[in-house]
């Protein structure tokens, strides 16, 4: 059974810090594209980050980009994401995936498994 867990979401100032992490069960992630989404009150899940099997080529939203990381540890089957110059629009659940190999890796229908999600806020 696959099961993705996160962890490290809660509450944080702006401009704050978090690390989120994402620990992977049941399946070796090795060869695996990992994503993570967000999803705020009233509105879509929306791409934040993937990365690549070897943790060398990554993407980001455009909303995030040059404030946020994503990593991996094949070694430990763990994926993170460190949020730097957190905002209050940067509040929502954050979700972990794995891509299922098909479809763009932007995309919520390309990810076929999927944590049940960490809470972030920023306050203002």
């Known amino acids: 059974q696959v099961q993705l867990v996160e962890s490290g979401g809660g509450l944080v100032q702006a401009g704050g810090s978090l690390r989120l992490s994402c620990l992977v069960s049941?399946?070796?992630?090795?060869?695996?594209?990992m994503g993570w989404f967000r999803q705020a009150p009233g509105l879509g899940r929306e791409f934040v980050a993937a990365?690549?099997?070897?943790?060398?080529?990554?993407d980001y939203g455009d909303v995030v980009k040059g404030r946020f990381t994503i990593s991996r540890d094949n070694a430990k089957n763990l994926v993170t994401l460190q949020m730097n110059s957190l905002k209050p629009e940067d509040t929502a659940i954050y979700y972990c995936a794995a891509f299922s190999g098909y479809g763009h890796p932007k995309t919520v229908s390309a990810y076929s498994f999927w944590g049940q999600g960490t809470q972030v806020t920023v306050s203002s």
């Open positions: 049941g399946v070796t992630i090795n060869h695996s594209q």
């Open positions: 990365v690549d099997w070897s943790g060398l080529y990554a």
